[in-house]
């Protein structure tokens, strides 16, 4: 153990009461206990869904919505970018916070459409419906083209300087919502084996960062500096 320690922390009698070599162990240290804070966070998602999964109850446009258990999430929309040639656009919701799987995604999308629709045709914004339907697709059948992109950007330019627009975005915000019910994964084989690798890995990571700025770049500068150790 010593030796490893005399390996990682560089001591020579040079440097054993000057300020910037204090400054050094500090800073080494300091940065060291950030990166390893850091990975931890930046991880936890990962072994998060792996502890914990999520059921969902219901859709806001769900005739059962208001009865249902769980905990409510915002939502919003995006384009379905894969869908097969010749598909028409098609909108999927996703939820923050809550991952939905694909074909629950699409299921949701097709309601939210269906509602959009009629809050668009509400507030006189129907006139853009389909503007951009009849442009060729991408030839590879994923994805939008050039030219569906373009239209669909510039008829968003056009709704917007329309004076119910901010009306109806108000309203289609508050449209899609999510509830889920979150059960929690009692199986403690997994979980412990899942904090022993969570563990590892930033401590690898530490132990690699002393090595490198310590073991490595620090001894190298001593050596420069006041040559080899007697």
């Known amino acids: ?30 940065s060291a ?11 936890a ?29 915002p939502c919003n929309w995006s384009i379905d970018t894969t869908r097969a040639d010749n598909e028409p656009i098609k909108s999927v919701i996703k939820c923050k916070g809550v991952e939905i799987p694909l074909t629950d995604a699409r299921t949701y999308g097709a309601l939210y459409d269906t509602a959009g629709e009629n809050l668009r045709m509400q507030y006189g914004l129907d006139k853009y419906n389909g503007a951009c339907s009849n442009l060729p697709q991408n030839p590879s059948g994923k994805g939008l ?4 992109i373009t239209c669909l950007n510039e ?12 009306e109806y975005q108000n309203a289609s915000e508050n ?5 889920i019910k979150v059960s929690e994964n009692t199986n403690l084989v997994t979980i412990f084996s ?11 990571v530490i132990i690699t960062w ?21």
């Open 45 to 73: 998602d990962i072994y998060k869904h792996a502890w914990f999964t999520h059921r969902i109850t219901a859709f806001s446009l769900e005739s059962n919505y208001q009865q249902a258990e769980g905990q409510e999430f």
């Open 1 to 30: 153990m010593k030796k490893i320690i005399n390996f990682l922390l560089v001591k020579r009698p040079e440097t054993e009461n000057k300020w910037w070599h204090r400054l050094f162990t500090v800073i080494l240290f300091g």
């Open 155 to 166: 008829m968003q330019d056009v709704m917007q300087t329309d004076p119910t627009y901010n």
């Open 194 to 204: 899942d904090i022993f690798v969570w563990l590892t890995i930033p401590i690898l």
């Open 145 to 148: 083209s050039k030219e569906e």
């Open 175 to 179: 449209l899609a919502k999510i509830k």
């Open 33 to 43: 206990i950030v990166l390893f804070i850091s990975i931890i966070l930046l991880t």
């Open 210 to 230: 002393i090595i490198f700025w310590s073991a490595i770049v620090y001894r190298t500068l001593l050596y420069v500096i006041f040559g080899k150790k007697k």
